[in-house]
């Protein structure tokens, strides 16, 4: 918690000096959230209790530049819902969760994509594809049954199966990232069957590239 509070006193500093410089209010809020995010995403994550969200977080640009970027993903967070209904989707700051859960996806205890998963997994590139401007973090989780070793194989052999599924399909390889968690992020109780089948999921973090950042702040600009 120390280091949430310092995180939180840089940006009330910076803050500061900057309501004393000739710059517009969009510029100042693109300045404050950026240097947040560059800052503290990994540690406001794990502040937050929920570390797997670092990522979204780091990327917040915040004013003016982060609404535009937030209006996008509102469009793109709802074409995900409507064409993936099985899908959890969550808009999270400037950026997109999206949850596939073990029925969706996988066999238990495996890591090959079948037919009906391939089916999912097409809808997302589809909509995926229409923002190219984005980068996806691609997660690996299970529940707590097996060794800690074997989870943590497991969770990173899911999730990079499913990037290469992404990749194969279309998607830049370039925008893409893996990450295993093993059973060491629950996001649901591992103490019933329903809440282990709902550990054993796979999530994706979308979230602004370069460029779209660019565009946001070049566009704030004008306003």
């Not at 280091?3 to 100042?28: E, P, W």
């Not at 923002?131 to 997660?139: A, G, L, R």
């Not at 999530?203 to 950042?213: Q, S």
Request: net charge positive; hydrophobic share 40%; charged share 25%.
């Amino acid at each position: 918690m120390n280091n949430f509070r310092k995180v939180l006193i840089a940006v009330g500093i910076i803050s500061f000096l900057m309501m004393g410089c000739n710059a517009t209010r969009s510029q100042k809020g693109a300045v404050i959230g950026g240097t947040a995010g560059a800052v503290g995403g990994t540690i406001i994550g794990k502040a937050a209790g929920n570390k797997t969200l670092g990522t979204i977080l780091g990327a917040v640009i915040g004013g003016t530049a982060g609404a535009i970027i937030g209006r996008d993903m509102d469009k793109q967070a709802e074409e995900i819902k409507t064409d993936i209904p099985g899908a959890k989707v969550e808009r999270v700051e400037e950026g997109i969760k999206v949850e596939f859960n073990e029925r969706i996806l996988f066999a238990f205890s495996k890591s090959d994509i079948g037919d009906s998963a391939k089916v999912n997994l097409n809808k997302l590139v589809s909509v995926l594809n229409k923002y190219p401007n984005t980068n996806i973090e691609v997660q690996g989780h299970t529940d707590s049954r097996g060794t800690d070793e074997y989870n943590m194989g497991l969770s990173v052999r899911r999730a990079t199966t499913v990037a290469n599924y992404l990749i194969a399909n279309g998607i830049a390889a370039g925008r893409v990232t893996t990450k295993g968690f093993g059973e060491s992020a629950p996001a649901y109780s591992n103490d019933t069957p329903e809440g282990m089948a709902q550990n054993r999921r796979v999530e994706f973090l979308i979230t602004a590239n370069d460029k779209m950042k660019s565009d946001a702040k070049t566009e704030a600009a004008k306003q």
